[in-house]
T-cell receptor
């Protein structure tokens, strides 16, 4: 059975802090790893990673994949209250690229 | 780009009735769409994979006769919850795949069955 594990489950930080969210996986027929941000409604896409060691960056967010150690991290620098959300990691597998989601990390950024 | 819409956003219905939820890809064609359900404070659970022009593929434990999926065009998939019961109350989210990998999600439909 495919498994995606995220840590920590929840995190409270002060505005301006830097956070690192972790995602490890055990799947068969890996194709891609995706990060999403979920606020009150459906997830919004952040990154898709397919190759090891290549950092993807968007503003204050960045992510990298290690296919040898089977994990990915999502970094957020200079956090803002608007970054408060649940961050979901999902791994795509098989020819249909089905996504298996982790349970998410709930991030709260306080003033 | 890559916008997915869902309708309705919220529905309340009586037990025993059927509810149809639509998922549309607005600015791209999606041969494959996915239906998920999410319980409070839990992650997304894949229910089924919807392929345009063919039968949907259901995940283990998901009743295909209860959750009817139709993917009649490259931009529209529908999920019908038949004879809904209170335990079907949940947040239903669809996604559409653009290209080979990335899935974009609709805004979700919150279903409450009384």
């Amino acid at each position: 059975e495919d498994k995606v594990v995220q840590s920590p489950l929840s995190l409270v930080v002060h505005e301006g802090d830097t956070v690192t969210l972790n995602c490890s996986y055990e799947v068969t027929n890996f194709r891609s790893l995706l990060w999403y941000k979920q606020e009150k409604k459906a997830p919004t896409f952040l990154f898709m990673l397919t190759s090891s060691g290549i950092e993807k960056k968007s503003g204050r967010l960045s992510s990298i994949l290690d296919k040898k150690e089977l994990f990915s991290i999502l970094n957020i620098t200079a956090t803002q209250t608007g970054d408060s959300a649940v961050y979901l990691c999902a791994v795509g597998t098989g020819t249909a690229s089905k996504l298996t989601f982790g349970t998410g990390t709930r991030l709260q950024v306080t003033l | 780009g890559a916008v997915v819409s869902q309708h309705p956003s919220r529905v309340i219905c009586k037990s025993g009735t059927s509810v149809k939820i639509e998922c549309r890809s607005l600015d791209f064609q999606a041969t494959t769409m996915f239906w998920y359900r999410q319980f409070p404070k839990q992650s997304l659970m894949l229910m089924a994979t919807s392929n345009e022009g063919s039968k949907a593929t259901y995940e283990q434990g998901v009743e295909k006769d209860k959750f009817l999926i139709n993917h009649a065009s490259l931009t529209l998939s529908t999920l019908t919850v038949t004879s809904a019961h209170p335990e079907d109350s949940s947040f239903y989210i669809c996604s559409a795949r653009e290209g080979k990998e990335t899935q974009y999600f609709g805004p979700g439909t919150r279903l409450l069955v009384l």
